[in-house]
């Protein structure tokens, strides 16, 4: 989330300031010019590829929603020295708490809860990933009414070839078979909750300070895990070097680095365009996962990964 607390004009494609057109053309670019935005999207990919191994070795020593509520209370115990030290602006609007507050459920609890209850409830990760993939997909059509954002039949081709490498790499590395209706269940509402945020993110966020966003957010998320992991998880933890080193990296690495840079990617550029990265992280994660957990990595599956790169570049380019 980018810093300062100025707020960005409303509405759909008039909603990206004038520096960030093209000086030649007029038209909105995808990304702002300043180096950590054209940065962004492969720091942002790597951080949260990673993210599905790491959870996968945390999870082995907690119950995954105790693990999540866990993750959430050391944000802010993380962000509490810098919210004194920096004394960041608050949101001056009621409306505003609320945004913030709706975009952290959504992401944090829906998504990432529901993600791993998937998990939990046997789904197998093939599905989960092929369900999650097609998130690019539900945002391109529904961008359109709901951000006034126009999707040209390049991107629509870039989305198909996304979502065609998506399913080759999962196709490669595992059985795609949901043990039970309610797993398959949990990981649609994770695809509904990520697709819901990044919308409403789009359409009706302003720009905050990400020390203030993000504590408002993850304090929304803690709010809304707790009872669950009090009612149905099990509180029993196995400490380990592994189950640590894990919920560290998913704390900085994932739920401060790489959540502050997608919501400033979705602020500064459209929101299809920036759903359509999705696409590479089961490709990322698997390739990571082979590296981390040593997860099988066929030679399907580095054909899909290219091309969910080549779907990538048309629908973002």
Not at 80 to 96: E, N, Q, S
Not at 133 to 155: H, M, N
Not at 267 to 291: I, K, N, T
Request: some cysteine; charged content about 10%; overall charge positive.
């Amino acid at each position: 989330m980018p810093s300062g607390a100025s707020a960005k004009p409303k509405g759909g494609q008039e909603a990206i300031a004038a520096n960030e057109r093209s000086p030649a053309t007029g038209a909105p670019t995808a990304i702002a010019s300043s180096p950590w935005l054209r940065a962004a999207p492969a720091a942002f990919l790597l951080l949260w590829s990673l993210g599905f191994p790491v959870a996968k070795i945390g999870t082995a020593y907690v119950d995954p929603i105790v693990f999540l509520t866990l993750r959430f209370a050391l944000v802010l115990v993380v962000l509490a020295p810098l919210a004194i030290w920096l004394r960041p602006p608050l949101p001056t609007r009621r409306i505003d708490w609320l945004h913030l507050s709706v975009v952290g459920t959504l992401i944090q609890t829906v998504y990432f809860g529901f993600c791993y209850t998937a998990f939990a409830l046997g789904t197998s990760a093939g599905t989960v990933a092929l369900v999650v993939s097609l998130q690019p997909i539900l945002v391109a059509l529904l961008a359109p009414a709901l951000v006034k954002e126009v999707i040209g039949p390049k991107r629509w081709v870039g989305f198909g070839l996304g979502l065609a490498g998506a399913v080759i790499v999962i196709l490669g590395r595992s059985t795609i078979e949901a043990t039970s209706w309610l797993g398959l269940a949990s990981a649609v509402a994770a695809l509904l909750g990520m697709t819901a945020a990044t919308l409403y993110e789009k359409r009706f966020s302003m720009a905050q300070h990400p020390v203030t966003a993000n504590a408002v957010q993850y304090a929304a998320g803690l709010i809304t895990t707790l009872p669950l992991g009090l009612l149905f998880g099990s509180l029993h933890i196995t400490w380990s070097g592994e189950m640590i080193a894990a919920l560290a990296y998913l704390v900085i690495g994932n739920s401060l680095i790489a959540i502050t840079l997608l919501l400033a990617m979705i602020r500064r550029g459209e929101a299809s365009r920036v759903s359509a990265l999705f696409y590479l992280v089961p490709p990322c994660a698997a390739l990571l996962s082979w590296l981390l957990i040593d997860e099988a990595m066929p030679p399907l599956s580095w054909v899909g990964m290219g091309v969910a790169a080549i779907g990538v570049v048309m629908a973002t380019r």
